[in-house]
């Protein structure tokens, strides 16, 4: 079997099938895209709900529907697909070690490497909630996996931590599917995700949704029996004797999602402490040349759509690191995160690329804030440019575009802060 | 007079809109802060639709369920409803993406369809 490949994609989602699509189209050949589960897609076979693809392919998609437009390209192009096999290791120097049944241990040289291998979601243990173990404590996408692959129910009545639109969108699948959901709990004072979920998943249903709330204790033998929510305070501390009891059967757990960068730590590729992800440039390439992350291993993304946008840069990208057809500035460009905003991607901008007009740059906000200026200055503190927003909130990335022109040769930094308009 | 609060979905504001309504005729609408509010209000207010994405049982697929939704919205006071009757369809494998699964649905002439592809069930490694 091959063992050399121009391109060795590590995971097989929404992020990895645009990489391969877009190299392809951008005249690399030899592609391998490698996956640990049976079939392709990730996360999407399972959110069997719609609401993708509106961006990207301006209609209305379920999560399936969504993955197989992909899919059934891959196929056309003679891109080589491993399944069921598991990315052990990736070293600096792009050689990838996997294991699959039947071919054993493989050791893979590859000349430009993508990791797409996604995010996990946070459990219990990291946000330790007190009480006992029982069973019936779930992660929402476990609990979606459960009920919409495998075929199972995980429980009659349920308590949702978290207003993430997975949790908002399981409490309203098991409310389809006749258990009951008795609340979901958000700890902040807002919504962490979408507008559309929470109005479509929990006010059409009459689910309550408690702001200002946690689960303060578990209680059950073998399977949950109860749960303890209080309010909590500004510094998200729960206020003694605001306590109340929930009897539930169920906990489904939707509090945040960690990009899952094992295999990037390994191969001594830094990580952003705010990203969880890899620093990239705006090829979306780590410090490492030639090795690319793109998905929500790079940061946690609201729309598959905005998924595919960045698994697109990176296949373009390939093309032209493949062909060394690069030039870089004499020295890179930080954007750096200023008032309220959490974080940027891309980090820096390292090349020069004359036929580009303007350069795309996500970010996300800390506190949700209405009528709002997104400006960019420079080191001294002059407008590069500012762009008007209705509002901005945690729960939606915000995007604004970067004009090439205003990346002289001397700009060492540009800031990007939030200010009331 | 009858008062409904709705939040409008149009964009990330979310507005808390307040329908003024009589005899089931929209008298006005409050709390928008465009006009995507009015339009959205209205439909909300004569006749919500709903896709409905489910599942629905497999036999003898590589997978035990096959994932569905009706074709276009539904009413949303239908979603419940819906629900109890895809619980009784089973379908054979294999199942193709687009495949119509029941056709007219509780009579709103809307069809059920897959939404992925299911392979038979592969049992030729296993030996008896």
């Known amino acids: 079997m091959k063992l050399k490949y121009d391109l060795v994609i590590i995971g097989g989602g929404p992020a990895g099938l645009a990489v391969a699509l877009e190299a392809r189209r951008n005249t690399v050949k030899d592609i ?234 390994e191969s001594g590729i830094k990580l952003d402490p705010i990203t969880r992800g890899p620093i990239v440039n705006e090829n979306r390439e780590t410090e490492i040349e030639g090795i690319f992350a793109c998905g929500n291993v790079l940061h946690v993304h609201d729309l598959a759509d905005f998924v595919t946008e960045e698994g697109k840069i990176v296949g373009r990208a390939i093309g032209e690191y493949l062909k060394r057809n690069r030039k870089f500035r004499s020295q890179p460009i930080k954007i750096v995160p200023g008032e309220n905003i959490a974080y940027v991607v891309p980090q820096h901008i390292d090349f020069i690329i004359p036929d580009r007009k303007k350069i795309k740059i996500f970010m996300r906000v800390k506190k949700p804030v209405e009528k709002v200026k997104i400006n960019l200055l420079d080191d001294k503190g002059k407008l590069l440019g500012s762009y008007k927003k209705r509002i901005v909130t945690p729960g939606e990335m915000v995007s604004v575009y970067l004009p090439e022109i205003l990346l002289d040769d001397k700009l060492k930094n540009i800031i990007i802060s939030i200010k009331k308009d | 007079m009858e008062d409904n609060k709705i939040i409008c979905v149009s964009c990330p504001m979310g507005c808390r809109m307040t329908i003024q309504s009589k005899d089931g005729k929209i008298i006005s609408v409050t709390g928008n802060t465009c006009p995507k509010g ?91």
């Not at chain 1, 709990?185 to 702001?211: A, H, Y």
């Not at chain 2, 006749?47 to 409905?52: A, D, H, Q, T």
């Open chain 2, 38 to 128: 009015i339009k959205y209000a209205e439909e909300e207010f004569v006749n919500p639709l709903r896709i409905l994405p489910t599942t629905v049982k497999v036999i003898g697929g590589e997978l035990p369920l096959v994932s569905v939704k009706t074709e276009k919205a539904i009413p949303k006071k239908l979603l419940l409803e819906a629900m109890v009757e895809i619980a009784e369809i089973e379908v054979n494998a294999p199942v193709k993406i687009g495949q119509v699964i029941k056709s007219d649905l509780l009579g709103t002439g809307v069809s059920l369809v897959a939404t992925r592809n299911i392979k038979r069930a592969d049992f030729s490694s296993i030996k008896l």
């Open chain 1, 32 to 265: 391998l895209l490698l996956e640990r589960d049976k079939y392709l897609g990730g996360i999407l076979p399972q959110c069997i709900h719609n609401g993708f693809g509106l961006q990207y392919f301006k209609e209305e998609l379920t999560g399936p529907e969504y993955a197989e437009r992909f899919i059934t390209k891959l196929n056309d192009n003679q891109i080589d697909v491993k399944t069921k096999t598991m990315v052990i290791k990736v070293t600096s120097d792009k050689r990838i070690i996997a294991i699959n049944r039947n071919d054993g241990l493989l050791h893979i040289q590859a000349k430009a490497v993508v990791l797409a291998m996604g995010c996990r979601e946070k459990t219990r243990e990291a946000i330790a909630i007190p009480g006992n173990r029982p069973a019936g404590i779930f992660t929402a996408g476990t609990a979606q996996r459960y009920i919409n692959i495998e075929g199972y129910i995980p429980g009659r009545e349920v308590v949702v931590l978290g207003s993430g639109d997975i949790g908002m969108i399981m409490a309203r699948r098991m409310t389809l599917e006749g258990a009951r959901v008795k609340a979901v709990l958000e700890i902040m004072p807002f919504s962490t995700g979408l507008i559309r979920n929470r109005v479509q998943c929990l006010d059409d249903f009459n689910i309550p949704l408690k702001f200002n709330h946690t689960i303060t204790r578990i209680e059950g033998e073998r399977r949950v029996k109860r749960v303890t929510v209080a309010r909590v305070d500004k510094n998200l501390q729960a206020i003694p004797g605001t306590e109340e009891e929930i009897s539930c059967d169920t906990i489904l757990l939707s509090v945040g999602l960690i990009p899952e960068n094992e295999l990037t730590g």
